[in-house]
C-alpha cells in the first residue's frame, strides 16, 4: 500500500422564480445593446452554460456507506448535514449545498429553454438541428439530476406517482411564475422525450471541444443510465455498445495498472479531469470546494473506510490488489488523487475569486459496468464476466490474464453461495463503489437497489437510514416556494 503524505494547499443567473430582488429587476431597462442571438454558431456558445456549474458531490458522498465519522476535520455544514440526514440549512450561493444544485440545474434548464425558444423562432429551424439536440439533452439530464435527488427515487415496478419537480419547458417570462411539480412518473417520461429527440439530432462537428458538451458518446452514455433505472436493459445494451462504435471499449479505461500508476499526485490531479482523458465522456465545470477538502472533512473516508470499500479485490482470483493509490492528509485523511481544485481569480491583480472542480459526469467506465448489469438481467452472464474482466484488466497490478480473472467460482467464494446473476450484480456494485469511491456515485447504486445506510458517529451512535426513509429524498429549497412548489414531506 502505498502511503505518501500529500498538501494542496459564478457567473450566477438563476430562474426567475429564484430570484429575491423582484423589484430592482423589474425597474431594470431592458439592455437595447445586449447581442442578437441568430446563428447556429451563437446558439452554440449559448449552450455551453446549459449545465449544471453546481456540485453533488459532497451531499452525495456523505449520504453514502462511503464515509465514516472521524472525529476532527472540516467542518462543513453540508458534509455534516448530510451525513446526519438532516437538512442542509444553506442558500443557492454556498457551493456544494442542495440548494445550490437545484439552482444549478434550473439555471441550465432556462439556457437550454432559451436556446429552444431562439431556435423554434428561426425562419430555418432544420439549420439549428444539431443545437436543438444538444439543448433536449442538456435539459433532460438536468431534470434527470433534480429527480433523483429533490423526489422518491423512480422504482419502475410501482406506479411512482409521488411529487416529483417541476419539468420547465418554456423561458422564464414572468417573475415568481407558478410551477407545480407533476409526479416522478411524468417526468421520466418527459426526460425519455426530450433525451430521445435530443440523442438523434446531436452532431459532434458542431463542438470546439466535444467533451464539454453532449457529444454523442456522452447522450449514449446518458440514454444507458437512464434506462438502467428504468430496467429496460436492452436499451441499456443498444446505448451502451452506440458509446465506442467500432472499437473496443477497454482501449477507452482509465489505465490506473499502467500509465496512471507511474504519475505523481500533483499529475494525477492534472490528469484525471482532462478532455485527453479517453475514459472521459463528458466533462462539466463545477463551483466546489471539495477538491481542497476532499480528504479532511469530518465526515470522509478513513483508513477502516477504505479497507472496507477495497475488500472487493478479492473477488478477483490471485488478485495482487488493486491499483489505485492512496494517499493521506494528515492523521486518518485519505484520498486518491482524482478531482482537484483550480482557483479562478476575478481580475488578474484579485486575491479573490472562485474555486472549481472539472467533474466528469459521465466515463467509459459506468458505460461498462452499465452493460455489464443489463447483460446480468437478460441472462446474458458470460458477457457480463467478459465486461468485469476487461474492468479488472486494467485496475490490478501486474495483471495476468491467465491468473487474475472474475469467475463464478471466484464470486461464490466472496459472497456465499449465490445465484450467478445475483453475485454479478453484488460484484458490479462492489466495483463501482471502488472505482467511483469520493465522487458520489455510490449514493444512486444505493437509491436504485434501495439498500440501507447506517452511519456511526464516534459518540457511539448508529444512524440507520431505510429505502423508505423521507430523509433520503433531499428538501425542497424555501426559495423555491416563492414560486409555489411544495417541499417534500418529513
Not at 422518491?152 to 407558478?178: H, I
Request: some cysteine; charged content about 20%; proline content about 5%.
Amino acid at each position: 500500500m502505498n502511503k505518501t503524505k500529500i498538501f494542496k494547499k459564478i457567473l450566477f443567473v438563476l430562474p426567475l422564480f429564484m430570484l429575491a430582488g423582484c423589484e430592482e429587476f423589474l425597474s431594470t431597462e431592458p439592455d437595447s445593446t445586449r447581442a442578437t442571438i441568430d446563428t447556429p454558431q451563437q446558439v452554440s456558445q449559448l449552450l455551453t452554460t446549459a449545465y449544471p456549474q453546481g456540485g453533488y458531490v459532497v451531499f452525495a458522498e456523505s449520504m453514502s456507506d462511503n464515509v465514516a465519522d472521524k472525529g476532527i476535520g472540516e467542518d462543513d455544514k453540508t458534509n455534516r448535514a448530510s451525513f446526519l440526514f438532516e437538512e442542509v440549512e444553506a442558500t443557492v450561493d454556498e457551493q456544494d449545498s442542495p440548494d445550490q444544485y437545484w439552482a444549478e440545474c434550473y439555471r441550465a434548464i432556462s439556457v437550454a429553454n432559451q436556446a429552444l425558444d431562439i431556435i423554434s423562432k428561426s425562419s430555418n429551424p432544420s439549420q439549428y438541428d444539431a443545437q436543438r439536440g444538444e439543448a433536449l439533452v442538456a435539459r433532460a439530464y438536468a431534470h434527470f439530476m433534480l429527480v433523483n435527488f429533490f423526489s422518491k427515487f423512480f422504482d419502475p415496478s410501482q406506479p411512482n406517482t409521488e411529487p416529483g419537480v417541476p419539468y420547465v419547458t418554456e423561458p422564464e417570462t414572468v417573475v415568481l411564475k407558478k410551477y407545480e411539480r407533476g409526479t416522478v412518473s411524468s417526468v421520466y417520461q418527459k426526460i425519455e422525450q426530450d433525451l430521445v429527440e435530443g440523442l438523434s439530432l446531436i452532431s459532434d462537428g458542431s463542438y470546439t471541444i466535444p467533451k464539454y458538451h453532449f457529444n454523442r458518446a456522452a447522450a449514449n452514455a446518458f440514454a444507458a443510465r437512464f434506462y438502467l433505472v428504468k430496467r429496460d436493459y436492452p436499451k441499456v445494451v443498444q446505448y451502451a455498445n452506440a458509446v465506442f462504435p467500432g472499437s473496443s471499449i477497454v482501449d477507452n479505461l482509465r489505465p490506473w495498472n499502467t500509465t496512471y500508476s507511474s504519475l505523481s499526485p500533483q499529475e494525477l490531479y492534472n490528469t484525471y479531469s482532462r478532455a485527453s482523458q479517453n475514459a472521459n465522456l463528458m466533462l462539466v465545470e463545477t463551483a466546489s470546494l471539495f477538491g481542497r477538502h476532499v480528504a479532511r472533512y469530518r465526515f470522509g473516508m478513513n483508513f477502516q473506510k477504505w479497507q472496507e470499500i477495497s475488500a472487493s479485490e478479492n473477488i478477483i482470483n490471485d488478485s495482487p490488489g488493486w491499483s489505485y493509490p492512496l494517499y493521506s492528509q494528515g492523521d486518518n485523511n485519505y484520498l486518491i488523487p482524482k478531482l482537484n481544485e483550480y482557483f479562478v481569480r476575478e481580475s488578474v491583480n484579485a486575491e479573490i475569486g472562485q474555486p472549481y472542480v472539472m467533474l466528469p459526469i459521465f466515463t467509459a467506465e459506468e458505460v461498462l459496468f452499465n452493460r455489464a448489469e443489463a447483460n446480468a438481467f437478460l441472462g446474458n452472464t458470460a458477457a457480463s464476466l467478459a465486461d468485469l474482466n476487461l474492468f479488472v484488466s486494467k485496475r490490478v497490478g501486474g495483471y495476468q490474464p491467465a491468473k487474475h480473472t472474475v469467475t463464478a467460482a471466484s464470486i461464490r467464494r466472496f459472497f456465499g453461495p449465490v445465484n450467478l446473476r445475483d453475485g454479478i450484480i453484488s460484484t458490479i456494485l462492489s466495483f463501482k463503489r471502488v472505482e467511483f469511491v469520493q465522487e458520489g456515485m455510490r449514493w444512486f447504486d444505493l437509491q436504485r437497489y434501495a439498500l440501507p445506510v447506517t452511519h456511526q458517529t464516534v459518540n457511539g451512535g448508529t444512524l440507520t437510514v431505510q429505502a423508505n426513509d423521507p430523509r433520503r429524498i433531499l428538501q425542497i429549497p424555501q426559495s423555491a416556494t416563492l414560486a409555489g412548489i411544495e417541499q417534500n414531506k418529513r
